[in-house]
């Protein structure tokens, strides 16, 4: 199977459940077990849903065996990204060790700074040398300190025989890249958000990594087939449907808003891990009105 085809449709960036700030494993697990049983292509683990920043080595490690342990037929993707270079070679080697297909990799952004294009780049490709998994570059400003990787940085990292793909979730969306990089190369452009998803389809992105995949996998899916299958009205009006849910979930409240969602339809989100809060229940409300609204559950059964 080529990477254009294990990257293509739709993965969960899964959400790690605490409750009271500790770690709950067998609430991860449960979440696992109903996302083997939906149509999702695969998972990204400890990504930004995910909190990975909020956990120790020890926690990652438990979270990893988990994921392995339940993979299933999905693809999985691990966060690795670290300040360092060394130290994200050395968790791009974790990754590999326990069997993943690829290794999802941040911008650094500390020294937002000094991230220049050619800084960027000399860091990704001595990742993607080391490597024994192949990488999807990670753009998200938002969580690196405003770093994002230049176009044309992308176009030369999409040749390096190592580095497979990207996931945007910037404001700009993906066409920024989608433009740019040869389309003959074996380089994958996902969407990182739900407002550019559908949209981005059409211009040539291969799937997304969709926060609501984490609530409503099979919803998200269903978007992405309809697509595949030309039926565009019907994708159309799912895109219009979930990107006003993103807006009242992940757009109002972030990470806590999808935990607040999940725990709406019964499955695990729990709590963020401090110092996020949980969604007030008072803005719970408003998230489970907003689902109601547009028919994702009816009188708070999800509808799958």
């Not at 050619?118 to 570059?137: G, M, T």
């Not at 400003?141 to 030369?156: C, D, L, M, N, S």
């Amino acid at each position: 199977m080529t990477n254009e085809e294990k990257l293509a449709g739709v993965f969960a960036p899964v959400n790690t459940p605490f409750i009271n700030d500790e770690l709950q494993l067998d609430h991860l697990q449960k979440n696992l077990e109903f996302y083997r049983t939906s149509k999702l292509r695969g998972y990204l683990a400890l990504g930004s849903n995910g909190e990975f920043r909020s956990m120790s080595e020890k926690e990652q490690r438990e979270i990893l065996e988990l994921f392995a342990e339940h993979k299933g037929d999905k693809i999985i993707m691990v966060g690795v990204a670290c300040e360092s270079t060394r130290e994200t070679i050395e968790k791009a080697k974790r990754a590999a060790a326990m069997a993943f297909d690829y290794a999802s990799v941040l911008t650094p952004g500390y020294f937002a700074k000094f991230m220049s294009g050619d800084a960027l780049q000399a860091h990704f490709e001595r990742i993607a040398d080391a490597s024994p998994i192949p990488l999807v570059l990670y753009n998200a400003p938002q969580f690196a300190g405003g770093v994002k990787i230049p176009p044309k940085t992308v176009a030369a990292l999409a040749a390096h025989e190592n580095i497979v793909g990207i996931k945007d979730s910037s404001a700009e969306g993906p066409g920024q890249y989608l433009s740019i990089v040869d389309p003959n190369l074996d380089f994958s452009i996902l969407s990182g958000s739900s407002s550019t998803f559908y949209p981005s389809l059409h211009i040539g992105a291969c799937g997304g990594i969709i926060s609501l995949a984490n609530v409503f996998p099979d919803a998200v899916v269903e978007l992405y087939q309809a697509w595949r299958s030309k039926n565009y009205d019907k994708a159309r009006q799912l895109h219009f449907r979930l990107a006003r849910l993103t807006t009242a979930v992940s757009g109002a409240y972030g990470v806590a808003g999808v935990k607040a969602a999940m725990n709406i339809v019964g499955l695990h989100g729990d709590e963020p891990r401090s110092p996020m809060r949980p969604v007030p229940e008072t803005e719970v409300v408003k998230i489970r009105t907003a689902m109601v609204r547009d028919g994702f559950i009816i009188e708070s059964s999800l509808v799958r």
